[in-house]
């Protein structure tokens, strides 16, 4: 019998380096010094080392491919400037790695179910889930399925492994209002987002509980689903309720692109008779006019953190060579096995 084929994993260890450090040298990644690169490539021609990828996949069965799961329409998710950070985010976690990422987006009128199936069938060795609804039910199929898979956005059903990656929206909230109301504001108004999507339940339940510390009564509520048209008529309906409004805190920028569109439709000045706070900075708060007050949304960080956990458990990357960004300066907290980034206020013209 020949001499067994020589491993990544011995090649890693004639190379003093860890088996991702071999890796991402063998892949021509970036993130390898020039020592480890020579002690790797010295160490492959040592040992005769040849990555076969096609003979690994059938051994391995897999697929060197990842899914990004967005339940949501592609009209949606190719105008919101919340999907483009994610898959920012995501490419700048995969650029040392030989993966393919596959985008699965729900499609309309579709059959319930058809992501599910797709991810069940081995098609993919691992998934990135964003923007999901309760409806979706993604965490049932993530358990049925046991593919490795992280979310980005807390999901609404837990279970035993699960990961997901997030920033603390209860607290994102919160600041919103804390922030309208030193201002000086006494009617705040929340233009909220879907209630079957944990982001915009999680920032309702912060805009509540800065209210009631404050010892001040919740003003008008109206939901939309984070896109500029239904903050329109969000705002719309916030008005006929009680136009006495003095502040509103909407759970998107693109909704508080709305609410401006409709406070400059009835002649009401902002920040002078109505201040407007959003929530992401994702490119839009700054150039709207006036410049929008806003609660950071770290997407990309979110998406890097949870591509490299996805990677952590796929066996590429291991867990102490878990990098941050360079220059993050958000504070980051594991709570109960989950990455929380803390939301920070980026004060404009608005309020």
Known sequence: MGQQAPTLEEVAHAAGVSRSTASRAINGGSRVSPEAQQAVDDAIARLGYVPNRAARSLVTRRTNSIALVVPEPDERVLTDPFFAATVRGINSALRDWDL???LLFAQPDETPGRISRYLRNGHVDGAIVVSHHRRDDLEGAIEDSRIPAVFVGRPFRDFPGLRFVDVDNVAGGFLATNHLIAQGRTNIAHVGGPSDM?????????WRQALTEAGMAEGPLARGDFTTVSGVQAMETILALDPTVDAVFAASDLMAMGVLRVLAKHGRSVPEDVAVIGY?????????VPALTTISNPVVRMARYATDELLVSLGFLDKDDFVAQAGDSVPVVEKDGHIILAPVLVPRASS
């Open 198 to 206: 944990a982001a915009g339940e999680d920032r309702l339940a912060g």
């Open 280 to 288: 992401d900075d994702l490119g839009v708060a700054e150039g709207s």
């Open 100 to 102: 393919q990422l596959v």
